[in-house]
């Protein structure tokens, strides 16, 4: 194997390893205090982009327009878990009590989270372009068109817990009262409807620009297969959560459902751009 291949394959090694080490880090240390965190969360960084770099980044140099683009594409898809890496130390949502403690913490996640969907709009915008240019229309319309009507809910959701729940929670604490007053109930049955829509529609827009991706011939067919299953079960199963929800609840949470989880196919999905556009 030819050293820049070792190197080529070392990149992409470690930038697909940060999804499972971002779980690992989650269930085996929980949360941290930022001064033991944020070196992390620096080397993780300056991994990230040293491996972008070697797999594919670097062709952002190239004289090759082509190139640029999709080496932009890939940067909004994969950039934002450089930064969704910190919720590994940061362990879930806490309860009233330490949510106000940790408030500049908290606010931190979920900027993360809504610069992270802006990024992704940014790349899924371009990559929309630079295949429709390809001559693939059909599957690119209908994964930007899905996205555009998720994204707004996703920021309303997010804006929700962030901001809303910060509230409720400070008003909860001065009252000394053990539960949510009656009328949060079914404001946070509405919000968590609204959260089931958009990663039903998100997992559906990964699962229609994997099927661009291959139609245009930017992925093979078994890449491309495998994208959409993973994506569609997930639709699948999310959309018909209801159905189900009860018996999930007895678990704590539902993986699916987590904000940041829709993002992990997008980041492969960027990856395997990356190593398309240091070929």
Same mark, same amino acid.
């Given at each position: 194997?030819?050293?820049?291949?070792?190197?080529?394959?070392?990149?992409?090694?470690?930038?697909?390893?940060?999804?499972?080490?971002?779980?690992?880090?989650?269930?085996?240390?929980?949360?941290?205090?930022?001064?033991?965190?944020?070196?992390?969360?620096?080397?993780?960084?300056?991994?990230?982009?040293?491996?972008?770099?070697?797999?594919?980044?670097? &062709?952002?140099?190239? +004289?090759? =327009? #082509?190139?640029?683009?999709? %080496?932009?594409?890939?940067?909004? *898809? $994969? !950039?934002?878990?450089?930064?969704?890496?910190?919720?590994?130390?940061?362990?879930?949502?806490?309860?009233?009590?330490?949510?106000?403690?940790?408030?500049?913490?908290?606010?931190?996640?979920?900027?993360?989270?809504?610069?992270?969907?802006?990024?992704?709009?940014?790349?899924?915008?371009?990559?929309?372009?630079?295949?429709?240019?390809?001559?693939?229309?059909?599957?690119?319309?209908?994964?930007?068109?899905?996205?555009?009507?998720?994204?707004?809910?996703?920021?309303?959701?997010?804006?929700?817990?962030?901001?809303?729940?910060?509230?409720?929670?400070?008003?909860?604490?001065? &009252?000394?009262?053990? +539960?949510? =007053? #009656?009328?949060?109930?079914? %404001?946070?049955?509405?919000?968590? *409807? $609204? !959260?089931?829509?958009?990663?039903?529609?998100?997992?559906?827009?990964?699962?229609?620009?994997?099927?661009?991706?291959?139609?245009?011939?930017?992925?093979?067919?078994?890449?491309?297969?495998?994208?959409?299953?993973?994506?569609?079960?997930?639709?699948?199963?999310?959309?018909?959560?209801?159905?189900?929800?009860?018996?999930?609840?007895?678990?704590?949470?539902?993986?699916?459902?987590?904000?940041?989880?829709?993002?992990?196919?997008?980041?492969?999905?960027?990856?395997?751009?990356?190593?398309?556009?240091?070929?």
């Amino acid at each position: 194997m030819q050293p820049k291949s070792l190197t080529r394959n070392l990149g992409q090694i470690y930038l697909s390893s940060v999804i499972p080490l971002v779980i690992a880090l989650g269930l085996g240390l929980g949360r941290l205090s930022y001064e033991m965190y944020l070196p992390i969360c620096l080397i993780n960084a300056i991994l990230m982009i040293l491996s972008a770099w070697i797999l594919g980044a670097s &062709s952002i140099r190239s +004289k090759a =327009p #082509e190139k640029k683009y999709i %080496v932009f594409i890939a940067t909004c *898809l $994969i !950039g934002p878990w450089v930064f969704i890496f910190l919720f590994s130390f940061l362990g879930p949502p806490p309860d009233a009590a330490e949510f106000v403690a940790t408030i500049t913490e908290q606010k931190v996640r979920y900027a993360i989270l809504i610069m992270s969907g802006i990024m992704i709009t940014l790349g899924l915008a371009v990559l929309r372009e630079k295949l429709k240019a390809s001559g693939e229309y059909f599957y690119s319309t209908i994964g930007y068109t899905v996205f555009m009507i998720a994204m707004p809910l996703y920021i309303i959701q997010i804006a929700f817990y962030s901001h809303f729940t910060f509230e409720l929670f400070k008003i909860q604490l001065a &009252s000394s009262a053990e +539960k949510y =007053p #009656e009328w949060f109930l079914p %404001v946070h049955a509405q919000f968590s *409807l $609204i !959260g089931l829509v958009e990663v039903a529609l998100m997992y559906l827009t990964t699962a229609a620009f994997a099927a661009s991706l291959k139609s245009a011939g930017w992925f093979r067919k078994s890449a491309g297969n495998i994208y959409i299953i993973i994506s569609l079960a997930a639709f699948l199963l999310v959309s018909f959560y209801p159905l189900y929800a009860n018996a999930v609840r007895s678990l704590g949470f539902f993986p699916l459902l987590i904000p940041a989880v829709p993002f992990i196919m997008p980041f492969y999905i960027g990856i395997n751009l990356l190593r398309k556009a240091g070929n």
